[in-house]
């Protein structure tokens, strides 16, 4: 099974700074990966897949990066909707596996 | 638009099963499989399975392999997880999710609003 390891666990960050989450893989997943955001009794919310294209809808200020093991969600420019939980996500092997979550909160 | 609605809560004994159904609208649902996926208090989200709509075929976690069954009903556009032997573990928000192909491992978009189930004596 693919481990996925977030980091940092939570990202004290105020509106308007950039946030920079990371996702690391436990063998290659090439470019693999999906990023979810998460909001507290909410279904996840695709914003990223294949690493670096945007879901429909999702505003430019999310973009993904990586390949191989290493892969990175960044928010350009917080907005007060953001402040959530986000999940990395791999496809390239069964069982489909997901990341711990890294937690953006208001600083 | 794209839609997965999930049936409501459930609280049931440990040594019972339980079935959630996810019905889909808004797309031809033979077109892409339905996979399940739990998150348990403290926990990260988890693979259960899927179902090609299609055929029927599924493809099971090894760690539920001998405790979940995933149907559908075409003629209801709607899926069904059904886990039994259930313990306080399982004790869970169990969503479905669309992939983006019948069969392939994929990401999900969109997923159901979820369905607590909550096993306790």
């Known amino acids: 099974e693919i481990e996925l390891t977030q980091s940092p666990a939570t990202l004290s960050l105020s509106p308007g700074e950039r946030a920079t989450l990371s996702c690391r893989a436990s063998q290659s997943i090439y470019t693999y990966v999906a990023w979810y955001q998460q909001k507290p009794g909410q279904a996840p919310r695709l914003l990223i897949y294949d690493a670096s294209n945007r879901a429909t809808g999702i505003p430019a200020r999310f973009s993904g990066s990586g390949s191989g093991t290493d892969f990175t969600l960044t928010i350009s420019s917080l907005e007060p909707e953001d402040f959530a939980v986000y999940y990395c996500?791999?496809?390239?092997?069964?069982?489909?596996?997901f990341g711990g979550g890294t937690k953006v909160a208001i600083k | 638009q794209v839609q997965l609605v999930q049936s409501g809560a459930e609280v049931k004994k440990p040594g019972a099963s339980v079935k959630v159904s996810c019905k889909a609208s808004?797309?031809?649902?033979?077109?892409?499989?339905v996979h399940w996926v739990r998150q348990a208090p403290g926990q990260r989200l988890e693979c259960m399975g899927w179902i090609n709509p299609g055929n029927g075929n599924t493809k099971y976690s090894q760690k539920f392999q001998d405790r979940v069954i995933i149907t559908r009903d075409t003629s209801a556009s709607t899926a069904y997880m059904e886990l039994s032997s259930l313990a306080s573990e399982d004790t869970a928000v169990y969503y479905c999710a669309r992939a983006q192909a019948p069969e392939s491992s994929s990401w999900f978009d969109p997923w159901g609003q979820g369905t607590l189930v909550t096993v306790s004596s």
């Open positions: 996500q791999q496809r390239n092997k069964w069982p489909l596996t």
């Open positions: 808004g797309y031809t649902f033979t077109n892409y499989a």
